[in-house]
């Protein structure tokens, strides 16, 4: 990141407009909320803030995930106990941007509207709300991969490429791959519905509605999807556990499971704690169908209540957990944190083999796949959807209800919804 220039080091010096003068010799404090992992990313990188501000304390509020983000919509909604800086998932980010909590950053000083360039266009596509206003600026992503057991596939007479043409292959492929192992393909057929049913997705639509909020559940990639997660089932090739359970990690561990589909961190924690034992007999490919999809992904946001006389001082740390090449390098070595900064994708470390998938360079597929994910419109009703339709898939594996029935009636429960 370039130095500041005169106008800019004076404004940091008084901050905003309503900003509070500091005595000489005073220490500030500036709080960043975070979620595991991130934390350390956020601490690893205060060396390098304090060598700027020796006298501007950071204190990181770390989390788990769900408390924190449950903490993260109290306090915009309550203006109380606000961050400088908070971290936040993809997901929490569309949702939070459709209400007022949110700073504005495309506005001065900030114009981080003029940062797209500099990003992986999906990634901070996420960031503009409905309004126009840019409301967080991304740091790390999860690009969309298929994990494979390659030995497993070997034993089944079964290639990557077996898999890949399009998601009725990859189902076809774990019939011939169950009858030769016995192992299951996937954990869940609720995971082979979460993607298919984003296959397909026109530019600036949502998953379940369009930018009318009108209700998409009946659409043929919908269909599709619960056309297969049933013949998946019927044909009894998911082991129906659920993702993070010990069951589906033991799956891992015991080579019942023969891929996973998910974002490319995935390696880094099937290598560190869920199968490190596997480690080798693991491959990387892109997903089924040409299927470019993020799973994920880190933003920091400013809340627009926080503390006025440290909104300057907050910005310059964003600016260093997301536009320098150095720490975004530093948190994917260290952390799996995939860059969202596009200066970050040139750096060797993307063709350096990867030991637990065999020696594969990995990262350079992913890479492929981050440029071409597109961004899918977020609404304010898109969690009771997930719900909605998740449910309704399971009335269809587990007591046969029809499909074009339980999609007609996610729809009326979505379209009563919908405006509110």
């Known amino acids: 990141m370039t130095a500041p220039s005169a106008a800019r080091r004076a404004w940091l010096a008084v901050g905003l407009g309503a900003a509070l003068p500091v005595r000489a010799g005073a220490r500030r404090t500036l709080s960043v909320a975070a979620y595991p992992l991130v934390d350390e990313i956020v601490k690893a990188a205060l060396p390098r803030w304090r060598q700027r501000h020796p006298d501007v304390h950071v204190e990181v509020v770390s989390r788990q995930y769900a408390d924190h983000h449950t903490a993260m919509t109290t306090a915009l909604s309550t203006s109380v106990y606000l961050p400088d800086v908070m971290a936040l998932e993809s997901s929490y980010v569309g949702r939070f941007s459709q209400g007022t909590g949110l700073g504005d950053l495309s506005q001065p000083p900030y114009r981080a509207d003029l940062l797209r360039e500099r990003f992986v266009p999906f990634a901070y596509d996420q960031t503009v709300n409905s309004r126009g206003e840019v409301t967080a600026v991304p740091t790390d992503i999860g690009p969309g991969t298929l994990l494979y057991r390659e030995d497993l596939l070997a034993k089944a007479g079964l290639t990557a490429a077996d898999l890949a043409p399009s998601w009725d292959a990859y189902v076809e492929a774990g019939i011939r791959l169950k009858a030769a192992t016995g192992a299951y393909l996937i ?43 049933r013949k998946l089932r019927r044909h009894g090739l998911d082991a129906r556990v659920n993702a993070w359970s010990n069951e589906w990690a033991e799956g891992f561990r015991r080579g019942t499971l023969a891929t996973e589909l998910s974002g490319a961190w995935m390696v880094g924690q099937m290598a560190n704690w869920v199968a490190p034992d596997t480690r080798g007999r693991w491959r990387a490919a892109q997903l089924p169908e040409s299927t470019f999809v993020s799973y994920g992904g880190t933003f920091y946001a400013m809340p627009r209540r926080a503390a006025a006389e440290n909104k300057a001082l907050a910005w310059e740390l964003i600016e260093l957990l997301t536009l320098d090449r150095r720490q975004q390098l530093a948190a994917f070595k260290d952390q799996d944190a995939f860059p969202a900064l596009l200066e970050a994708f040139d750096d060797p470390f993307f063709a350096e083999p990867m030991p637990f998938l065999g020696g594969e360079p990995a990262r350079r597929l992913w890479r492929d796949a981050a440029r071409r994910i597109t961004a899918r419109r977020v609404h304010k009703q898109d969690n009771f959807a997930d719900e909605v339709v998740s449910t309704e898939l399971d009335n269809v594996l587990d007591h046969d209800k029809p499909i074009e029935q339980a999609l007609a009636d996610a729809y009326r429960l979505l379209e009563h919804r919908a405006h509110r």
């Open 187 to 229: 954990g869940n057929a609720q995971t082979l519905k979460d993607i298919v049913m984003r296959t397909g997705i026109r530019p600036g639509e949502g998953m379940y509605f369009d930018r009318d909020s009108r209700v998409l559940v009946q659409e043929p990639r919908f269909v599709r999807a619960f056309e297969l997660a």
